[in-house]
């Protein structure tokens, strides 16, 4: 960040004009400065504090010939960061080693499984020792507790609201060892609220930054704006496709609203309600000729789940299939391509890079990646 970077940031924080931002900005650097020419110390209590320290007169070398010369005693600038600066320096750190991947899951028509697929796949990568959380940001079904027989008392609306301050407060425990963030009304309300305001809001997720290991988004489906801007800034994008033509047609059209839109992400098909691996392959083949001939965009087939009577069952029983039927084949399926989204797999790069380049993305913070959804 430079001088201008921050007159913009306290013009638009302030919500003053740039001139009056330039004031104050030069106002604040010119008394440190001043301050700092009568030697004496500045101390902002939990930023840090600035001070002018006499260096005593020593022996040093001359870094080129090695030949020793005295040093005279001189006055030198010190800076000493506060405890709310050393908090950010290691959030930084402990960003750059492990950021919670956020995986979007959507599709081109409602009822093709998103929910299913999202709850058990996330179970799935639980059983591997991930620390999982879905975000219920289906607007016109958002059914995720009720599909895992568990209620949510407060949601995000609470969060914009202001009733609750924190997204832990909001979270519920779900089977299979996985925490549910429920959307409800809260998701239409983000999207109606100032750029200002949805970022109050996205900063009571800041929690979750330590606290998850990956992040599964269910949106909506169709290609409203509201679902898009769910899905362009995650990590990773899955569509969920199932077999009949319009479910095909449908599931092209937001492909092709992701093209327009120059996703640079991953974005994978998972084949759902098929009869047999030929049927998944018959989808994929059709979706991916049309999207070669008239799109850049690469969707990259991620696997398929068999149509499966237990599934039915289980959504009956309001619990997830793979905790229900673990050995039934839509429960196998679902943890093969689990796996293959899970962060630290090895495979998925490798395999990756023959067919498609994805822009690598610079490692950016969760919140302020949060922020960058509905922000377009
Ligand atoms: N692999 C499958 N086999 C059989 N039925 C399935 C399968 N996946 C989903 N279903 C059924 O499809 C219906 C819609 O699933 P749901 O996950 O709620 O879809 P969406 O969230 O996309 O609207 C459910 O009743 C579920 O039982
Ligand atoms: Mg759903």
Same mark, same amino acid.
Request: with cysteine; glycine share 6%.
């Given at each position: 960040?430079n001088k201008s970077?921050?007159i913009?940031k306290v013009?638009e924080?302030?919500? #003053?004009?740039?001139k009056d ?12 400065e ?7 110390k500045?101390? *902002?209590?939990?930023f ?8 005593? +007169? ?19 600038p010190v800076?000493k960061?506060?405890?709310k600066?050393?908090?950010s320096?290691m959030?930084f750190?402990r ?11 959507t599709?081109?028509k409602?009822?093709?499984g998103?929910?299913?697929?999202v709850?058990?796949t996330? #179970? ?9 959380y ?9 059914n ?9 008392k407060?949601?995000i609306?609470?969060?914009?609201n ?12 779900a089977p299979?060892?996985i925490k549910?963030?429920?959307?409800g009304s809260? #998701?239409?309300?983000?999207a ?14 800041e929690?979750?930054?330590?606290h ?9 489906s ?5 679902v898009?801007?769910?899905?362009? %800034? ?5 569509v969920?496709?199932?077999?009949e033509p319009? +479910? ?6 937001l492909i092709?609203v992701?093209?327009?839109k120059k996703?640079?992400? %991953?974005v994978?098909?998972v084949?759902?309600m098929?009869?047999?691996?030929e049927?998944?392959?018959n989808v994929?083949r ?10 850049e965009?690469? %969707?990259?087939p991620l ?10 069952k289980?959504?009956?029983m309001?619990?997830p *299939?793979?905790?229900c039927? %673990?050995?039934t084949?839509?429960?196998?399926? #679902?943890?093969e ?6 962060p630290n797999?090895?495979g ?8 498609f380049?994805?822009?690598?993305e610079k ?5 302020a990646?949060l ?6």
């Amino acid at each position: 960040m430079n001088k201008s970077d921050l007159i913009s940031k306290v013009s638009e924080e302030a919500e #003053i004009s740039i001139k009056d931002s330039q004031k104050i900005v030069n106002a604040v650097l010119e008394s440190i400065e001043e301050a700092l020419s009568k030697g004496e110390k500045i101390k *902002f209590l939990g930023f840090g504090s600035f001070e002018v320290r006499q260096r005593a +007169a020593r022996e040093g070398r001359n870094p080129k010939t090695g030949e020793v010369i005295n040093l005279p005693s001189t006055a030198a600038p010190v800076f000493k960061p506060g405890k709310k600066l050393k908090d950010s320096i290691m959030r930084f750190e402990r960003r750059k080693s492990g950021l919670p991947k956020i995986i979007s899951i959507t599709s081109g028509k409602g009822g093709a499984g998103k929910t299913n697929y999202v709850i058990n796949t996330a #179970i799935a990568l639980a059983q591997k020792g991930l620390k999982v959380y879905i975000i219920d940001a289906d607007l016109g079904t958002a059914n995720v507790d009720v599909l895992l027989g568990v209620r949510a008392k407060y949601t995000i609306e609470h969060l914009v609201n202001g009733t609750k301050t924190s997204v832990m407060d909001i979270v519920i425990d779900a089977p299979g060892g996985i925490k549910i963030i429920p959307g409800g009304s809260g #998701i239409q309300a983000l999207a109606d609220l100032s750029e200002m305001e949805l970022n109050r809001v996205f900063n009571m997720f800041e929690p979750l930054e330590d606290h998850a290991d990956v992040i599964l988004i269910d949106t909506g489906s169709g290609i409203s704006k509201n679902v898009v801007s769910f899905l362009l %800034p995650a990590d990773e994008i899955v569509v969920v496709v199932t077999p009949e033509p319009h +479910a095909i047609t449908d599931a092209y059209a937001l492909i092709k609203v992701l093209n327009e839109k120059k996703v640079v992400k %991953p974005v994978k098909m998972v084949f759902n309600m098929v009869d047999d691996i030929e049927e998944a392959r018959n989808v994929a083949r059709r979706i991916l000729e049309v999207v070669g001939r008239f799109l850049e965009i690469k %969707p990259y087939p991620l696997g398929y789940i068999l149509r499966d009577n237990n599934v039915n069952k289980a959504v009956k029983m309001m619990e997830p *299939f793979i905790l229900c039927y %673990p050995n039934t084949i839509a429960s196998k399926n #679902i943890s093969e391509i689990a796996e293959k989204l899970n962060p630290n797999y090895q495979g998925a790069n490798i395999r990756l890079e023959n067919s498609f380049v994805y822009e690598q993305e610079k490692s950016i913070g969760f919140v302020a990646k949060l922020k960058k959804f509905l922000s377009r």
